[in-house]
């Protein structure tokens, strides 16, 4: 596919077989010094998947204002309609404005995060800092990348044959954001990164804090009448994941260990989807606090997106987690040689 216009070079060492290498800094050491930088170029590349996300959004309003086909909904009236009024643009709308801006939030939260845990100067403030900006690192990168290429990928849709085409510019988004579940670690080792390392941090201590969080945002949201149902269905989810991780890392131990692992990907996706939520209830709930005040379209909205996420997205989890608890064997039981018979 290829990301045009990007200074991207590939270095061959050893083509001619006399290749030397020189041994900067202390043995061994390397790694640690290489994951300084890749953390946060990780997060740097979710938040790349992110900006195409609502690159293309912006671009799929703007065209489904603009473009005219079909009769407006329920009529058969001769005149042509903006196709933002047909139901299935609208709702895919509103499916990549939810996830754009739960992305834009989970990036901004963990870069906040990063900040505190450079300027505090309270050891225990700095770890715990630290901590959520480890186990959050793989999901900033796995998830918003996957997500900012799918609402690319929808956003090519709104626009129909035309979203197909160089001249128009969400094809050239979906091209740049596919990189990202590549890069710097590809999303399958991300999901590992999260299963295999980051749940377990501290016994679980991290990944226990992180939910104290989201719980503590979806309580405050509870409180507001017009919220309460929304954060409930928020809060719900949050038990499904963490039920889950308990039984997933349970399984690691037993003869399902390699049925577990496989599901790495899977489990990054619900907690990404669970994060959204946590992400979306926190904005709605500053949001009503400002309704009434300048601009007010901006909080209702806000407040409508957090909402349809909460009861139109979010409960997909379900069966998401359904798959997994199934157990299924048959990954177990295909052999190489069974997947050439297609
Ligand atoms: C445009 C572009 C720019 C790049 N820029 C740089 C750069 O600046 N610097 C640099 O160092 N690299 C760069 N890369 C390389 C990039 O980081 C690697 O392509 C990437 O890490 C994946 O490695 P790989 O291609 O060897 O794939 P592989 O590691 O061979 O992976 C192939 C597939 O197997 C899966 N897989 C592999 N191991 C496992 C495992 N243990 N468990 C589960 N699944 C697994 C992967 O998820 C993937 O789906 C760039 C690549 C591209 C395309």
Not at 29 to 56: D, P, S, W, Y
Not at 73 to 83: L, M, W
Not at 177 to 183: D, R, W
Request: proline share 2%; glycine share 8%; hydrophobic share 40%.
């Amino acid at each position: 596919m290829g990301m045009k216009g990007s200074a991207t070079a590939v270095l061959n060492f050893g083509d001619n077989g006399h290749c030397i290498a020189e041994l900067l800094g202390p043995e061994r050491k390397g790694i640690q010094v290489m994951f300084h930088m890749m953390n946060e170029q990780r997060i740097l590349v979710g938040m790349q998947g992110m900006a195409q996300a609502g690159t293309a959004y912006l671009h799929a309003l703007n065209f489904a204002k603009e473009r005219k086909q079909g009769a407006a909904f329920g009529t058969r009236s001769a005149e042509q309609t903006a196709i933002i009024g047909h139901p299935d643009v609208k709702r895919n709308l509103l499916w990549m404005k939810a996830y754009t801006e739960g992305m834009r939030a989970l990036i901004f939260y963990t870069m906040y995060c990063m900040d505190w845990e450079t300027v505090t100067l309270n050891k225990d403030e700095k770890q715990k800092w630290h901590d959520l900006v480890e186990i959050l690192t793989p999901v900033c990168k796995a998830y918003c990348s996957d997500k900012g290429f799918e609402t690319c990928v929808k956003a090519i849709q709104i626009h129909g044959g035309y979203g197909y085409c160089h001249e128009y510019k969400v094809e050239q988004c979906a091209r740049d954001s596919k990189i990202t579940s590549i890069y710097e670690g590809t999303n399958a080792i991300q999901a590992l990164d999260l299963f295999d390392r980051k749940i377990r941090m501290k016994q679980g201590a991290a990944f226990a804090a992180l939910i104290g969080n989201m719980k503590a945002a979806v309580e405050e949201a509870q409180a507001i009448a017009d919220l309460t149902p929304y954060a409930a269905e928020i809060g719900k989810g949050i038990t499904a994941m963490e039920y889950l991780t308990t039984e997933l890392l349970a399984a690691t131990t037993t003869d399902d260990s390699f049925l577990a692992y496989s599901c790495a990907s899977p489990y990054l996706e619900i907690v990404g989807d669970v994060v959204m939520g946590w992400m979306l209830i926190w904005q709605a709930t500053i949001a009503s606090g400002k309704l009434g005040k300048d601009d007010d379209a901006y909080y209702t909205s806000k407040i409508l997106t957090a909402k349809f996420y909460a009861s139109s997205l979010l409960p997909m989890v379900y069966g998401k987690i359904l798959a997994i608890r199934k157990n299924d064997r048959s990954l177990l039981q295909m052999t190489d040689a069974l997947f050439g018979h297609a």
